[in-house]
């Protein structure tokens, strides 16, 4: 079965420099969400949209911003990036079927900033 | 806010040993419930859910009932495995409150030594 796909896996950056993430739903799946996982933390709810509108926001900063596009792929896009920014970055989805909500998570954008 | 509490890891057992993990959630709606776990260098996978409460939701040998009462979800396995070591989330979504957003408690680091 498809899964939800993140792209790049791996990304390297230097502080101040900008970074785009990538993530791409299970067919079908109408809304996206977005989590920052820190070292050793729990991941921490970023953002989500719905039918291609923001439909939650958490504790995303104001430097980081993202869409959903029309073939319901996400782009989340950081800029200013600090030391602070390296993590994890999770990308899931839901919908179709899943109507309770279930979320599928993609395998992660790890974000190193030096 | 809804917030999800979970006991401190490590925890270590022995194969074959039960395994219970405790998760206690508050919550101003009525959520649902999730178990999630995340292996070394990987995603973060469902294992099990439940959506009302007792509701059991189970999976590979893993149980958690949602009780309300005592607004516990807590995860169990009769007889742990090499390869149950993983990262263990409990986690929350208030689709009455329009938070579908998962909040996660801060996770528990089994490790299963044979």
């Known amino acids: 079965a498809a899964g939800v796909i993140q792209s790049p896996r791996h990304l390297i950056k230097e502080k101040r420099e900008t970074a785009t993430l990538k993530c791409y739903p299970i067919?079908?799946?109408?809304?996206v969400y977005w989590y920052q996982q820190g070292p050793g933390q729990d991941p921490q709810f970023l953002i989500s949209f719905y039918e291609k509108m923001q439909s939650d926001k958490g504790s995303i900063p104001d430097r980081f911003s993202a869409q959903q596009f029309s073939d319901y792929h996400s782009e989340l896009n950081m800029s200013s990036l600090e030391l602070g920014d390296s993590a994890l970055y999770f990308c899931?989805?839901?919908?179709?079927?899943?109507?309770?909500?279930?979320?599928?998570f993609g395998p992660g954008t790890r974000l190193t900033v030096l | 806010g809804d917030s999800v509490t979970q006991m401190e890891g490590p925890v270590t057992l022995s194969e074959e040993a039960f395994l219970t993990i405790n998760c206690t959630y508050t919550?101003?709606?009525?959520?649902?419930l999730f178990w999630y776990v995340q292996y070394p260098g990987e995603g973060l996978q469902l294992l099990l859910k439940?959506?009302?409460?007792?509701d059991k939701g189970s999976n590979k040998g893993f149980e958690a009932t949602y009780r309300k009462e005592t607004t516990s979800f807590h995860l169990e396995k009769g007889s742990v495995q090499v390869s149950d070591s993983a990262v263990y989330f409990c986690?929350?979504?208030?689709?009455?409150?329009?938070?579908?957003?998962?909040?996660f408690g801060s996770g528990t680091r089994l490790q299963v030594q044979p």
């Open positions: 899931a989805s839901s919908g179709g079927t899943h109507r309770n909500n279930e979320q599928f």
């Open positions: 986690a929350l979504s208030a689709l009455d409150t329009g938070r579908r957003a998962l909040t």
């Open positions: 919550a101003t709606g009525y959520p649902s």
């Open positions: 439940a959506t009302k409460a007792d």
């Open positions: 067919p079908r799946h109408d809304t």
